[in-house]
């Protein structure tokens, strides 16, 4: 019976990936994981991989990785770059999808001379202001800045969040704007282009993707989702993402709960229903 059963879920589930955005999705406001911990173990013995696919960089993810003990991909700065290593070789391997960083500050210098607003980034401020920021400790602050492949900074004034969407073209950039700060990327490299790219990469064009995010920065990921899953905060579901997912038509399942409590339930009720 338990070989029936074992044999099921091999078959059922082993073209699925599960592809989660990290802050405010998978982890609540102060870092914390713990709800997802006992479903993240499920899911490895299930053989599903869990791709983190974050605005973070490659240095940060690395340790959450090693947190929660998992080997698969993961997509770094909003979709600028993705990293993985052979589970037979070990080899470490990368994908680089967006413009360098260099590059983007550059075009955060033009944007603040044509909106005649000074736009702030991120690897500008000082530790202090940035642990005040975004409750970082000094290490994890190190690890934040180790940034290659997008400029986050500081959310400007909702007039000239606006203003700027009149200049993406011109640069060939786009903007996100997440719950502590706004990311500037190169056109060619979001979420969403992220894991066709890595579908590509690993052969695996026909699996499914279950993606569950929590903001506008989310929507290029859910777009391309078999299943979008969206997780809300304590206070409900972010609505500027709500209102564009409405109006591009992507259903969607709502997380009961917040965080990673929410990102637990969600799952396990999915795949219990559909799959398993
Ligand atoms: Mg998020």
């Given at each position: 019976?338990?070989?029936?059963?074992?044999?099921?879920?091999?078959?059922?589930?082993?073209?699925?990936?599960?592809?989660?955005?990290?802050?405010?999705?998978?982890?609540?406001?102060?870092?914390?994981?713990?709800?997802?911990?006992?479903?993240?173990?499920?899911?490895?013995?299930?053989?599903?991989?869990?791709?983190?696919?974050?605005?973070?960089?490659?240095a940060e993810v690395k340790v959450i990785r090693d947190f929660i003990?998992?080997?698969?991909?993961?997509?770094?700065?909003?979709?600028?770059?993705?990293?993985?290593?052979?589970?037979?070789?070990?080899?470490?391997w990368e994908l680089i999808l967006g413009r360098c960083y260099r590059d983007l500050r550059d075009v955060l210098?033009?944007?603040?001379?044509?909106?005649?607003?000074?736009?702030?980034?991120?690897?500008?401020?000082?530790?202090?202001?940035?642990?005040?920021?975004?409750?970082?400790?000094?290490?994890?602050?190190?690890?934040?800045?180790?940034?290659?492949?997008?400029?986050?900074?500081?959310?400007?004034?909702?007039?000239?969040?606006?203003?700027?969407?009149?200049?993406?073209?011109?640069?060939?950039?786009?903007?996100?704007?997440?719950?502590?700060?706004?990311?500037?990327?190169?056109?060619?490299?979001?979420?969403?282009?992220?894991?066709?790219?890595?579908?590509?990469?690993?052969?695996?064009?026909?699996?499914?993707?279950?993606?569950?995010?929590?903001?506008?920065?989310?929507?290029?990921?859910?777009?391309?989702?078999?299943?979008?899953?969206?997780?809300?905060?304590?206070?409900?579901?972010?609505?500027?993402?709500?209102?564009?997912?409405?109006?591009?038509?992507?259903?969607?399942?709502?997380?009961?709960?917040?965080?990673?409590?929410?990102?637990?339930?969600?799952?396990?009720?999915?795949?219990?229903?559909?799959?398993?």
């Amino acid at each position: 019976m338990a070989y029936a059963s074992t044999t099921m879920i091999i078959k059922t589930t082993r073209d699925i990936i599960i592809v989660s955005d990290i802050d405010g999705t998978l982890m609540d406001h102060e870092y914390d994981l713990s709800p997802a911990i006992g479903t993240i173990k499920w899911l490895q013995q299930l053989g599903i991989p869990i791709v983190l696919c974050t605005s973070k960089t490659a240095a940060e993810v690395k340790v959450i990785r090693d947190f929660i003990n998992i080997n698969d991909p993961y997509i770094v700065e909003n979709g600028g770059a993705i990293y993985g290593s052979n589970p037979k070789t070990n080899e470490e391997w990368e994908l680089i999808l967006g413009r360098c960083y260099r590059d983007l500050r550059d075009v955060l210098d033009r944007l603040s001379n044509d909106i005649k607003f000074q736009l702030t980034a991120l690897n500008d401020l000082g530790y202090k202001d940035i642990k005040k920021l975004t409750g970082l400790n000094d290490s994890q602050v190190t690890l934040a800045l180790d940034r290659h492949w997008s400029v986050p900074f500081l959310n400007p004034p909702e007039e000239y969040q606006l203003i700027l969407n009149n200049y993406l073209d011109l640069y060939d950039i786009n903007i996100y704007q997440g719950n502590r700060m706004s990311h500037l990327l190169g056109r060619n490299s979001h979420k969403g282009k992220a894991v066709s790219a890595l579908k590509k990469f690993l052969n695996k064009s026909g699996s499914s993707i279950i993606a569950l995010g929590d903001s506008p920065n989310d929507l290029p990921l859910l777009e391309i989702a078999d299943q979008a899953i969206v997780v809300p905060g304590v206070n409900g579901p972010n609505q500027s993402l709500i209102n564009d997912l409405m109006r591009n038509n992507i259903n969607y399942i709502l997380a009961p709960a917040p965080h990673a409590k929410g990102w637990s339930f969600s799952i396990r009720k999915l795949l219990e229903e559909y799959y398993l």
